[in-house]
DNA sequence: ATGCCCGATGCCAAAATGGCATCACCTGGA
DNA sequence: TCCAGGTGATGCCATTTTGGCATCGGGCAT
């Protein structure tokens, strides 16, 4: 369908070097040169900068490079509409998500569906927010689970969920029976931290929680979510996070969530993404449907079980 | 760039006819078709079906075809950007609009662009609503006024203009005192039509509008807007309009505009829309600003000589 | 200074594309 | 009913494009 040349310069920008690029492609460095070449006469700008050591964007490759994995990308989707209008419905759907909607709502909504249809595939990023911002901001997942920022003016919001962060612990803490809490009220108890704290919260919010908890008494800093999760429950420590990870317990009372009074950190709700262009696709639209009716299953779980009575 | 067969498929199915695709593209039809044998081999299904007398798109086709369109439209787009890139601001910006935009605003923002920007070409779409609607829906368009609709969701809305529907008559009228209007309250009086009323409203609004129209005496009923617009300063009958076609003349006293009560009417806003994957666009960026600015323009005219005192 | 890796290029083979003539088929009108 | 004029498909050949190999000249790091 696609001339060659796209698959090109989309090697050739990774690599920044025509020789390993026309490597990884199987063919010879002289065919991947002489496309680009052509291109370049063709549009008459260069496209790559010669560098002594490889070659390197310039603006207009830039735009060039962003329309050819567009392209590629939309030829995929593309492939995959087609196929699934023979009731095959396979291809890959990429998913950026906050680790909350790891624990629970992500895998019951990826189990639900990968019975059904084992030939649909998952991605699933798992990365900085940081990270998830610049991979939102330029359109990469067709789904994502995520505190809700308006700005990703790309992706709709088809559900969310209120999930203030607060405090997780066992039911009989001294402070299990509270209906709410400060930051400086748990810092007399020992606290587990995950070892990436910035993974939980927007860049806003980070500085304040972070501040308020370099006070806190740490006693388990960790990046293994299941440890945490053990570590909470022997008593170890009180946890901050949504309630989102932690519905199945809170439900079965075996720990208990009391929300922070911060403002800001009790602001935050998640929300479901979906990527505006891509939503009428049959494999997207069968992981929103699944991951919706999980939202709303959290959602009546948390007014059932409600953070502390 | 592209490979051919992407400019094939589009003809073809812009023909429902190879033959007469490659006659338009200047090639052996023969070409043409074994281009489009390949791509149905290589994809494993066929793209088009063979009828007497032509081809007709499979739903697989219409997949295909609609992918080839959006590629070469966005590899145009990208041109145009790269070659913004040396300060040369070219290309070309679709706009869709009511009629009252084209009167005042879209012209004023138009003319101070060409001024400065020369190679700077716009296609003014003037179509049936529906047709704007299917436009819209299509993301054909890059920028937009139309009356606000929130199910353009490809399209963000960066201005708005409260532009209530009213009578629009000359300022000796009997009824040009009044602070608002009902339509019954206009049946006494002639008034002037425009020969598509539907050009005016939302599908939704035009039910009402023409139901009450119906029992109104209308002593001219036009298409050309420049002859209404004379007609109702020769004081022949009353006008129905937003305000912002006829901004100048309410400005200088020449012409008033009364609401109407009739709740649906008076409820719609004029709104300024961009394509959402566009708007960094150079050229995009240009033409909104300009719009912006006669928005605000607009906004500020209608404050100081409202509708009635 | 000396390898080492880079992109560019000349030469040739291989593959893809296009043009022309022709076939088989369908359709609409005498 | 049959014929005329249209359609897409296909075989054959010329042209164009693409790729592979060897080689050149030039940066860069040791």
């Known amino acids: 369908m696609h001339a060659v040349v796209l698959r090109y310069i989309d090697q050739v920008a990774r690599f920044g070097s025509i020789r390993r690029a026309a490597e990884t492609l199987n063919i010879a460095s002289s065919a991947v040169n002489r496309q680009i070449l052509k291109l370049e006469?063709?549009?008459g700008t260069p496209l790559f900068e010669r560098v002594g050591n490889g070659v390197r964007p310039t603006p207009a490759g830039e735009y060039v490079i962003r329309h050819a994995r567009d392209t590629?990308?939309?030829w995929q989707r593309t492939r995959t509409n087609i196929s699934a209008l023979s009731g095959n419905i396979h291809g890959e759907v990429r998913v950026g998500t906050i680790p909350s909607a790891m624990i629970s709502i992500l895998p019951k909504a990826l189990d639900s569906l990968a019975q059904?249809?084992?030939n649909l595939k998952f991605r699933v990023l798992d990365m900085a927010p940081s990270d998830h911002a610049e991979e939102m901001r330029a359109g990469r997942p067709d789904v994502a689970v995520l505190?809700?920022?308006r700005r990703y003016r790309d992706y709709e919001i088809v559900a969310q969920l209120g999930a203030?962060?607060?405090v997780i612990m066992r039911p009989d803490h001294p402070l299990a029976k509270r209906s709410q809490l400060t930051l400086t009220e748990c810092s007399s108890y020992p606290v587990t931290m995950l070892d990436d704290p910035w993974l939980l919260f927007e860049s806003t919010l980070?500085?304040?929680f972070i501040r308020s908890g370099a006070e806190l008494n740490t006693v388990l800093r960790t990046n293994s979510m299941t440890l945490m999760k053990q570590a909470i429950?022997?008593?170890m420590g009180l946890g901050f996070f949504t309630p989102v990870g932690f519905l199945d317990e809170i439900r079965t009372g075996q720990l208990v969530h009391v929300p922070l009074t911060e403002h800001?950190?009790?602001?935050?709700d998640i929300g479901l993404f979906v990527h505006r262009g891509r939503a009428r696709s049959p494999s997207v639209q069968l992981l929103v449907r699944a991951l919706s009716d999980e939202f709303v299953r959290a959602a009546s779980d948390l007014r059932n079980a409600p953070t502390k009575a």
Chains 1, 2 share one sequence.
């Open 206 to 208: 980070q500085n304040e």
């Open 116 to 118: 059904a249809h084992p």
């Open 233 to 235: 429950s022997s008593g």
């Open 147 to 149: 505190f809700i920022d």
């Open 264 to 268: 800001d950190l009790a602001a935050t």
């Open 72 to 74: 590629l990308a939309d």
């Open 164 to 166: 203030k962060v607060g």
């Open 41 to 43: 006469a063709a549009i």
